[in-house]
């Protein structure tokens, strides 16, 4: 990302601040980012250090020097940092509960999620719902348990219709090819409820995003 | 061939080291290591008048930080969220002393470690069923939000109050324990608690106040301290494993070191994160490494008794 970037966007990288896990403090690594002089905050953190590391960005008055920007929502994010340090941030994302105005399945899903827990769901319960259902259809077009037999049927590439639209296992390094959804933070005023924190502004098709299948060094291993 | 993206230049690790990230550094490593010292300072007083190492002191912080939040939710007031978490963690600390602790002092070390981190596992899972794994905030109040500049960096105006709460809180804590009566007893009963009850004075009721204000210590760090940080069940896990260090580092037992410690601990954190952030938690159990090789009784502390 950041060779793409300092090619096409003039991109340079001021500090890059690889933190402890579960940190209890971000300060002194915030003090680093606020002295850098950079105009952008990128943060990649994970669960409760994501939530952590945004609302001690905004004690140290740094997301109001600097734009924050989410590459990968961590879910309940909107509720945990709440939409005052949410609004105007773009952010990469699985799924959205306002996905439902684009796909019917989606719908679907959201209704009944909500029915059942009284709240809307996130990425995670996306996730883990189109997870299983393409598994049950592997299983089926197999005919059988057989975990060989069902990573075949994977591989074979089926497209299926999901929560996100068309999605296909790739055979060379099983990675499941979907969409990825960007959306921006919505004002607090613009919500329509206590759950809209985030505009979906686009739904980016998932072929151009991946990696190339070598590009890790991916090596399958034979089947049993 | 692609490029660790996790590798750092030469010219990174310089490029953060300036005087005014030097000097930002310095000061966050007290602010944050006074705050350390005042959550560490519980630990030692327990260790050093029971004998009890208490692995439930995480759960204490945490446990403050929600008493302080439910007392905030209740009243707005975040005076009244001081004061309640407060008396909230005396009491949860002298009950947990009068059931559970007292019974574990002439037991085996091995023991009172697996009984109290049970106690913590407890408390944080009670914590979770009843709040849920969800953060919650408590907002700081309304004349210290915001931040203070301060000519060479710009610091949140809350985070210069809790340095200033938890120095004065230490400070009361060490009138208490060496200028007052009760604090005379503590530090006898330490000595020889045999001598003490033959005096007639009674020590368990002195025991049961130590394990209520240690775990105090630690309570009122989670509230002062909850608006920095956001509320979850497990964030004494971390703030316990430091606390631990501090104290090694400090002396087990000795109530300076803590200070000391957490100061140290606190520089460590800063100054190492200026270099390398990735290292700032490595560095800090190195130098504990270190200390326990050449001083194995911490800094402040005094050789072993028996």
């Known amino acids: 990302m950041e060779d793409y970037l300092r090619k096409n966007a003039d991109w340079t990288t001021a ?35 994501a939530v952590l590391s945004i609302q001690q960005a905004n004690q140290f008055g740094i997301l109001a020097k600097q734009k924050l920007v989410i590459p990968f929502e961590v879910p309940f994010l909107g509720r945990e940092v709440g939409p005052e340090l949410t609004k105007g ?18 719908k679907m899903f959201v209704e009944a999620f909500q029915t059942k827990y009284n709240y809307r769901p996130q990425w995670g319960a996306e996730n883990a719902y189109m997870q299983f259902a393409l598994w049950a259809d592997a299983v089926e077009r197999a005919g059988t348990f057989y975990p060989p037999a069902v990573i075949k049927a994977y591989e074979a590439g089926n497209h299926n219709d999901s929560l996100v639209g068309d999605v296909y296992f790739r055979a060379a390094d099983h990675q499941l090819v979907r969409p990825v959804i960007i959306m921006r933070g919505k004002e607090p005023g613009d919500m329509k409820n206590p759950e809209d924190f985030w505009e979906v502004l686009e739904v980016v098709p998932g072929e151009r995003l991946m990696q190339a299948p070598d590009a890790f060094g991916c090596n399958l291993g034979p089947y049993t | 061939m692609p490029t660790d993206p996790e590798a750092v230049s030469i010219d990174e690790i310089f490029s953060m080291i300036t005087w005014p990230n030097f000097v930002s550094q310095f000061f966050n490593g007290l602010a944050s290591g006074a705050l ?12 050093g008048t029971l004998g009890v190492l208490s692995l439930a002191h995480g759960a204490m912080f945490m446990l403050g930080g929600y008493a302080g939040y439910v007392a905030f939710q209740a009243t707005g007031s975040f005076i009244v969220a001081v004061t309640g978490g407060t008396l909230c963690l005396v009491a949860v600390g002298s009950i947990i002393e009068f059931i559970i602790i007292r019974r ?11 009984v109290t981190f049970g106690i913590g596992i407890v ?22 939000s915001g931040t203070t500049p301060m000519g060479f960096l710009i610091y949140p105006t809350y985070r210069l109050v809790v340095t200033g709460i938890a120095a004065a809180a230490l400070a009361v804590l060490y009138l208490v324990l060496y200028r007052t009566r009760i604090g005379m007893i503590v530090r006898a009963g330490i000595e020889d608690s045999t001598t003490v009850r033959m005096l007639g004075i009674n020590v368990d009721r002195v025991f049961m106040l130590v394990f209520g204000i240690g775990a105090m210590a630690a309570g009122f760090a989670g509230i002062v301290n909850a608006p920095v940080v956001s509320l979850t069940p497990d964030m004494g896990d971390a703030i316990l494993v430091q606390t631990f260090v501090v104290v090694v580092i400090g002396g087990v037992g000795s109530f300076p070191g803590a200070i000391l410690g957490g100061l140290i601990a606190g520089e460590i954190l800063s100054l190492t994160s200026m270099v390398d952030p990735a290292y700032s938690e490595v560095m800090l159990f190195v130098v504990m490494t270190l200390v ?7 800094l402040l502390g005094l050789p072993s008794r028996d």
Do not use: C, K, M
Request: proline share 8%; aromatic share 12%; net charge negative.
């Open chain 2, 104 to 114: 574990f002092y002439n037991r085996p070390p091995e023991d009172q470690l697996l």
């Open chain 2, 292 to 298: 326990l090789l050449l001083r194995p009784q911490g």
């Open chain 1, 15 to 49: 500090t890059n601040q690889v933190t402890p896990l579960g940190a209890a403090d971000y300060s002194s690594y915030l003090l680093n980012v606020g002295n850098s002089g950079a105009d952008v905050l990128i943060n990649v953190n994970w669960g409760h250090d």
């Open chain 2, 123 to 144: 408390i944080v899972e009670l914590v979770r069923a009843v709040f849920g794994s969800l953060s919650f905030t408590v907002p700081p109040p309304a004349w210290a």
């Open chain 1, 89 to 106: 941030v773009y952010a990469a994302t699985d799924f959205s509960w306002t996905l439902e105005d684009r796909f019917p399945l989606a």
């Open chain 2, 36 to 47: 350390l010292a005042l959550i560490s300072s519980g630990l030692t007083i327990i260790y």
